[in-house]
């Protein structure tokens, strides 16, 4: 199965080469010379949430950073980087968090059994959780709690995303900028926009703002 599966991948790229190239000679020529994409995805790295299929965007069109429940953690150099680059060279107007529900990373900081070197990941989600903590407790069926744990937790990385010196620095230049946050269902393929998108700085808390 391993063998057969990898060398299976393989063959896929030759198929979608020739597909792509029979629509388009220069296809790959254009993606050569660069990429100009509108928008920045921060998501879950869930293999059944694929950013571009379910967009339906070609290849340029969508800068991705993925990482374990779409966190925003202000230590994190890579996810930092990746913002940077989105905000200041690419010029994106949209960035998305966009978590899913049936997420693996927020059942598990739902509970509080060790699973490893993980543990020190999910920590920031358990923090999630201690914010919103009296609503989710309040809510009896199980699945539905990790539901609205999915969606709180997409709420507050939205605000983080918001909270960063980049974000608010692109802002003060009145660089057209717009967070949003969304939950994509893997049962039905939907996008569910959770409708709290952050634009300006005047929606952050006062402790959160910066002086630039």
């Not at 960035?95 to 699973?115: E, F, L, N, P, R």
């Not at 937790?153 to 057209?176: D, L, M, R």
Request: hydrophobic share 40%; with cysteine; proline share 2%.
């Amino acid at each position: 199965m391993g063998k057969a599966f990898y060398k299976k991948i393989l063959e896929n790229n030759k198929t979608w080469i020739a597909a792509k190239t029979d629509q388009d000679k220069a296809y790959f020529k254009r993606l050569e010379k660069g990429q100009e994409p509108p928008l920045l995805w921060i998501g879950c790295a869930d293999s059944r949430v694929p950013t571009n299929t379910l967009l339906g965007a070609e290849p340029g069109e969508v800068f991705v950073h993925r990482n374990i429940a779409n966190m925003v953690i202000h230590t994190d150099m890579n996810l930092l980087s990746v913002l940077d680059y989105a905000v200041n060279a690419l010029k994106v107007e949209h960035i998305i968090v966009c978590g899913h529900y049936g997420c693996g990373g927020v059942k598990a900081a739902m509970s509080d059994s060790s699973v490893g070197l993980i543990d020190n990941w999910l920590r920031n989600i358990r923090d999630v959780y201690k914010i919103h903590q009296q609503e989710l407790d309040a809510i009896p069926d199980e699945q539905k709690r990790w539901d609205k744990f999915v969606e709180f937790n997409v709420q507050e990385q939205v605000s983080h995303v918001a909270e960063t010196s980049i974000v608010q620095q692109a802002w003060a230049n009145k660089q057209s900028l717009t967070v949003h946050g969304w939950v994509y269902d893997i049962g039905s393929g939907g996008i569910n926009d959770l409708e709290i998108d952050m634009s300006n700085i005047n929606q952050l808390v006062k402790t959160h703002k910066l002086t630039l």
